[in-house]
């Protein structure tokens, strides 16, 4: 079984900064891709960036050149550092791994549990 526990949300001021952390955890052979989403209510959950193993990163066009993301494979970690942060990046952040774990020959999804940023006056 594969755990990811995110931390850092809260609430911010418009113009203001956040960086949220995620950490995975448990029988973990590798880690493909790590990500970052995000739902805002009554909307469908979207991709906010995303980092191989390589280091390749991809970004939603909203927040291209805010956020940026970063991820540390020895220890099975991905950030996300989130500047000049605006109202309508208010939403629960997730974040995902696609995890090989030991003793399987597939590439399994997981989510963490979420954590709400709020970006408010």
């Known amino acids: 079984q594969v755990h990811l526990v995110e931390s850092g949300g809260g609430l911010v001021q418009p113009g203001g900064s956040l960086r949220l952390s995620c950490a995975a955890s448990?029988?973990?052979?590798?880690?493909?891709?790590m990500g970052w989403y995000r739902q805002a209510p009554g909307k469908q959950r979207e991709l906010v960036g995303s980092?191989?193993?390589?280091?390749?990163?991809t970004y939603a066009d909203s927040v291209q050149g805010r956020f940026t993301i970063s991820r540390d494979n020895a220890e099975n970690t991905v950030a996300l550092q989130m500047n000049s942060l605006k109202p309508e990046d208010t939403a629960v952040y997730y974040c995902?791994?696609?995890?090989?774990?030991?003793?399987?020959?597939?590439?399994?999804?997981?989510w963490g549990q979420g954590t709400q940023v709020t970006v408010s006056s």
């Open positions: 980092i191989t193993r390589s280091g390749s990163t």
């Open positions: 448990g029988s973990i052979f590798s880690i493909d891709v």
């Open positions: 995902y791994a696609k995890v090989l774990e030991r003793g399987r020959y597939s590439y399994l999804g997981y």
